[in-house]
């Protein structure tokens, strides 16, 4: 029996050193070494200032800054505790919830034509989705234009400008990141001279 247990501790201790510490500091170092950017958070900045994530969604309230989907992640844009509603289709609390998001879309955004698109009425799976769909940003437009004192057609372009395909060219759909479009936003406002 001795020499089964003495087997098995030092099976575990070779296990816990190579996949417990060898393993995972030299997967860091590739990541480290081939996607540095990737591998420390995708983080954006502005004049050296960290200012979010091109990979987790924020929450943009006022009305000059396009918005990202719902968030269901903790109280809401909680990186830490990520998630959906988990509610089913036949939920009176989803359907009541989706209700009410659909009523403050339409006071939000009066000029915008059309039901608002569902990626904006619905969370992701994550809760922390940090794209929305090309037409839930042109659906956004008129808004953000009419805030920012821009015309539609320079709003319209911009989100051209910042609509991403589809990965590898055939997975997924066509995109915009929140945090990147509303950031060009800010930039061709300080370009534009008043």
């Known amino acids: ?41 995708s983080l954006v900045t502005v004049n050296g200032k960290v200012v979010g994530s091109s990979i987790i969604g924020q929450l943009w309230t006022k009305p000059q800054y ?30 009541d919830a989706t209700r009410a998001t659909i009523a403050q879309l339409e ?9 608002p698109p569902i990626d904006l009425v619905t969370s992701s799976a994550s809760g922390i ?20 004192h821009m015309s539609l057609s320079q709003v319209r372009a911009l989100v051209d400008r910042h609509v991403q395909g589809r990965t590898f060219g055939f997975l997924g759909e066509p995109r915009v990141n929140v945090l990147e479009l509303n950031l060009a936003l800010d930039g061709e406002m300080a370009r534009t001279p008043r």
Do not use: C
Not at 1 to 24: C, D, E, F, Q, W
Not at 67 to 95: E, F, H, I, V, W
Not at 107 to 115: E, I, R, S
């Open 1 to 41: 029996m001795l020499k089964h247990l003495n087997t098995a501790l030092r099976v575990t201790v070779v296990s816990v050193v190579l996949l417990g510490l060898i393993y995972p500091l030299a997967m860091t170092a590739v990541a480290q070494a081939l996607f540095p950017r990737q591998a420390n958070g």
């Open 129 to 148: 989705d940090p794209d929305i769909s090309p037409a839930a940003a042109y659906w956004e437009a008129p808004r953000v234009a009419k805030a920012r």
């Open 66 to 95: 396009f918005q990202g989907r719902p968030s269901a992640a903790g109280k809401g844009y909680d990186p830490t505790s990520t998630g959906g509603t988990n509610l089913g289709p036949t939920s009176k609390k989803l359907m």
């Open 107 to 115: 006071k939000q955004n009066p000029d915008a034509g059309g039901p």
